[in-house]
């Protein structure tokens, strides 16, 4: 029998873009978050008193892997030497292994994968003897694939195992330049169990053999939402079992709230009260998002406080402890019409037609030309170049089918 951790996608040293805005101790929390996951990551190594460490990719959240992280995995990686706790580690899109002499060696306990595939061996107490199959990014995109390059299982072992940091192809094209692979191609290697990197949403793609993507340890918005950890995963006579355990010390939570009969602010105060006192149970810290419905009989007032922040300003005023709630949005839900076709596809040659106008430069830079030009954004956001700009279009276009009642795209929390 052997034991192991499978775990990806820490990111540490994440920036939390756009939430800087939140007050101090929120923020740090939030900040020092990814950090925690590792540390209970560890914690958690050391109590279980697994045979290995399986880290799937990402370690780090941007390629230059600031010394901090590199000093904070390593303190916590000479932690799982001194309990006898090896790593295999491969990096991935984000963190791909650089050239110029940045980074921090680790402890000789943690095995890195080369950026081509490498079989390495381990030996449990019991002689058992595994083959782990990887490699780690050298690059920021690999758009060839690389299952064609891991080995069959060996004959020779006990058990393999494959790690990979990649997308399932045919989901969607925009992602197949993360070592894309089929299913079939991975089952085709006969290996024991496959631990993937790279989508931040935990999921089983397949229960014999079994290939699981771990997720984050630690969600970084709120479309990241839920509890993020790692698999306990144990292997013994041709037969896995897997059991998930929550790391994260802030979770993202989002709520539908109904105010169906309510008119006054009490009224709405008392129930939004009642909903985070729900929350403020849990052992863990939540960013809460609340999406109001029902909301036709409130009273003029209290709608205007509603819009303008107010009453969400009330709703953030907590204590300095943790775990806290902290209700991060206060939205009022579009109320959806079941029978009523939408704009979109009352229009549909309209809509695509506008779609296509605004991919070109022409009417793209009329429409954004005074905000470019202001001096509060020049020189912070990007050129406006195709791939920006089709990114721009992209995003408006979810949010105006949102508004509209259009079909949603799916959101599968890559990163």
């Keep these: 029998m052997v034991r192991f951790i499978h ?13 800087k805005s939140l007050p101090a101790f929120i923020w740090e929390a939030i900040y020092q978050s990814t950090f925690q996951a590792l540390t209970r990551l560890v914690d958690l190594a050391i109590k279980e008193q697994v045979d290995f460490i399986c880290l799937a ?36 899109n984000h963190d791909y292994m650089e050239q110029q002499g940045l980074h921090l060696d680790m402890p000789s306990n943690v095995m890195i994968f080369k950026e081509t595939v490498e079989t390495l061996y381990h030996e449990t107490d019991q002689q058992e ?36 940091h990649g ?17 079939s191609e991975l089952k085709s290697k006969q290996y024991d169990y496959w631990a993937l990197g790279h ?21 970084r918005n709120r479309t990241e939402s839920g509890p993020k950890g790692c698999y306990i995963v144990t292997l013994e006579n041709r037969t896995e079992d897997t059991q998930f355990h929550s790391l994260a010390p802030i979770e993202w939570e989002t709520v539908e709230v109904t105010l169906k009969g309510k008119q006054t602010l009490q009224e709405v105060y008392h129930v939004l009260n009642e909903v985070i006192s729900q929350y403020q149970q849990s052992t863990h810290s939540t960013l809460l998002t609340i999406e109001l419905t029902d909301t036709e009989s409130l009273m003029e007032g209290v709608l205007r406080k509603l819009h303008q ?14 775990p806290f ?9 579009r109320k959806k019409e079941a029978n009523l076709p939408s704009l979109i596809q009352l229009f549909p040659e309209e809509w695509h037609q506008t779609i296509m106008e605004l991919q070109e430069d022409e009417l793209f830079n009329e429409v954004t ?27 408006a276009e979810q949010e105006i089918r949102q508004q509209l009642g259009g079909p949603e795209g799916s959101d599968l929390n890559e990163d």
């Design 167 to 183: 997308y399932q192809e045919g989901n969607s094209s925009e992602h197949d330049r993360y070592a894309p692979f089929h299913l």
């Design 309 to 322: 922040g107010d009453l969400l300003e009330g709703l953030q005023e907590i204590t300095h402890s943790t």
């Design 325 to 333: 709630v902290f209700v991060h949005q206060l939205s009022i839900q």
């Design 199 to 219: 989508i931040h949403k935990r999921q089983v793609l397949s229960e014999r053999p079994l290939i699981v993507y771990s997720g984050n340890t630690q969600g």
């Design 369 to 395: 030309q005074s905000f470019f030009d202001s001096q509060r954004v020049e020189g912070v956001l990007r050129p406006r170049n195709e791939t920006y700009r089709k990114k721009i279009v992209q995003l």
């Design 7 to 19: 775990a990806a996608d820490l990111h540490l040293d994440s920036p939390f873009k756009g939430i």
């Design 57 to 92: 990719g990402d370690i780090y959240d941007g390629e230059d892997r600031s010394v901090k992280a590199q000093a904070y995995l390593k303190k916590e990686m000479t932690r799982l030497k001194e309990a006898h706790i090896p790593v295999y580690l491969i990096h991935g």
């Design 129 to 164: 003897r595994i083959a782990l199959s990887g490699f780690s990014y050298n690059k920021r995109w690999i758009t060839e694939k690389r299952i064609a390059d891991y080995p069959a299982r060996r004959p020779d072992v006990d058990y393999h195992i494959g790690l990979l």
